[in-house]
């Protein structure tokens, strides 16, 4: 039995999203009795690797696959149905029961057909200046949201002629088929289908933060896991290339109904160097050939949409301002291996922008666009050994050790857990970080036997 969690703890990614969130959080989440996800949908892709078996978790909270962990998708979150239910059906013919322990807010959006159209019109209509989205509607969504002209999950009970959701129904594909070109939608279909999915839904339909609120008075520990990251955020991110949600730590309270004061530890996670999916000005961006290599030895291709994934340098001036926009208390830092073949290593330590060093990102994109790193270079670690699938910090190269005390100096958080392979077990935490008593057991034997 591993130990419970005395702490609750947000786990929230501190790039540009794909930094390793759901390889973390699995390995975290059998000392935690809930994981709850706070915001985006199945825009996100959280990918957990158990014994070479690969799981792909789209809006389903990353402790799933542990049949101890309750996982709650939070009103803040916009959810597909159909993307939900096909979520749920793969888990279960892989012999994973979600059954009575994944629960949906009855305050959470619903994306519905109209909003896929939207988003399509919305991109085509930018041509050059796209934002280069996952194509999941949740932009409109999150809009309908904020126009107060959404439907959410509660409104699905009642799919009666005249009343709330129906009229809704009808305005939106309405509006819908005044802005898109092509067939119109039929309002009375998107209905019929949006009732359809009610009597699948209901049972895990809660008032989620009355659920989390009770689980945290009972001091039942709660992982809060972020999808995406800082700089997708849409206020803190490089807006507009964005996503619609708050990625960063006020989207937990806001997007579960829960207090700041429950949030004992904030774990950001960083990769060991950067990557970025979609368009949007990406400082240390690699040109091809090179970033080609990354993007190779990584896997870097993203898992929702598959799309090949930007990659470039550590870029120091990004993380430093996630660990003080969240306030994260510790980083966890993943794909220490991908680098193992390199013989010279880049950070980036501030942004050269006409004419002034700066060390924080600039808020606007024509100036973040404008940016050029400033880099400093350190050795390798390809000539004297490897860090793939290493479970023991005493096995890392002197190299890759100096590479992650400099991160970690850059940064201004310590780095409590070290990934070095996608599977569980290639993982690394540090005996004296917080997160040695959150993973207990569940550390690698070498690590707990030590
Ligand atoms: P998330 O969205 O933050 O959960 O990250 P993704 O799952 O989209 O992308 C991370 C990818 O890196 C996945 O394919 C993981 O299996 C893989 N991964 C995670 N940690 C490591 C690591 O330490 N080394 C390697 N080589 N792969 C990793
Ligand atoms: P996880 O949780 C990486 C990016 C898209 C696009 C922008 C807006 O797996 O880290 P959207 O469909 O959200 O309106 O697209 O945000 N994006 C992600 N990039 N990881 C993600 O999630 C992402 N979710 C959205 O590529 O640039
Ligand atoms: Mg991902």
């Known amino acids: 039995m591993p130990p419970t969690a005395t702490d609750n703890l947000a786990v ?19 000392a935690f ?20 078996d690969e799981f792909i978790l789209h809006l389903i ?21 159909a993307a939900l239910f096909a979520e749920i059906d793969q888990l279960q013919s892989r012999g994973i029961d979600t059954g009575g322990r994944l629960l949906v807010s009855s305050r959470a959006h619903v994306i519905l057909p109209y909003h896929r159209d939207l988003e399509a019109a919305s991109e085509d209509r930018l041509g050059a200046q796209r934002i280069g989205t996952t ?19 509660g409104d699905l009970a009642d799919a009666r002629p005249g009343g709330r959701l129906a009229a809704q129904i009808e305005s939106n594909v309405t509006a819908r088929n005044r802005a898109v070109t092509g067939p119109a939608l039929d309002w009375r279909q998107v209905l019929e289908e949006a009732a359809r999915v009610w009597e699948r839904l209901q049972p895990m339909v809660a008032d989620t933060s009355r659920y989390l609120n009770d689980a945290l008075d009972a001091r039942r520990p709660v992982l809060f896991e972020g999808a995406q990251g800082t700089m997708l955020d849409i206020d803190h991110g490089t807006y507009p290339y964005v996503t619609s949600s708050n990625a960063t730590i006020g989207g937990v309270c806001t997007g579960l109904g829960v207090g700041p004061r429950v949030i004992d530890g904030v774990l950001g996670i960083v990769k060991a160097y950067t990557t970025r999916v979609g368009e949007g000005p990406f400082p240390t961006e690699l040109d091809e050939p090179q970033a080609e290599r990354l993007r190779a030895w990584g896997r870097e291709y993203g898992a929702s949409t598959g799309r090949p994934r930007r990659c470039g340098w550590f870029d120091a001036v990004g993380v430093r301002y996630a660990v003080r926009v969240n306030g994260m208390t510790a980083l966890a830092m993943t794909k220490l291996d991908v680098l193992d073949n ?12 006409g004419g002034e060093m700066l060390t924080d990102p600039p808020a606007t994109i024509g ?23 290493a479970r023991d910090e005493r096995d890392l190269p002197a190299a890759a050790r100096a590479y992650l005390e400099r991160l970690e100096e850059l940064s201004g958080a310590p780095v409590a857990i070290i990934s070095t392979g996608s599977d569980r077990g290639d993982t690394i935490v540090r005996r004296d970080s917080p997160a040695a008593r959150w993973l207990g057991s569940c550390a690698p034997a070498d690590e707990r036997d030590r």
């Open 12 to 30: 929230l990614g501190a790039q540009w999203g794909d930094e390793g969130k759901g390889k973390i959080v699995d390995l975290l989440s059998p």
């Open 33 to 52: 009795a809930v994981v709850a996800r706070s915001q985006g949908g199945h825009n996100a892709g959280h990918t957990v690797i158990v014994d070479g």
């Open 61 to 81: 909270p990353s402790g799933i696959l542990h049949p101890g962990v309750t996982c709650v998708i939070g009103n803040g979150v916009v959810v597909d149905p």
């Open 135 to 153: 194509s999941r509607g949740i932009g409109p969504s999150y809009e309908h949201k904020a126009a107060r002209c959404g439907v959410r999950i």
């Open 342 to 353: 390199l013989d010279e290593l880049r950070i980036c330590t501030g942004y050269r922008c």
């Open 367 to 389: 100036e973040l666009a404008s940016c050029e790193p400033v880099y400093e270079t350190m050795p390798g670690w390809s000539g004297s050994g490897r860090t793939a699938g």
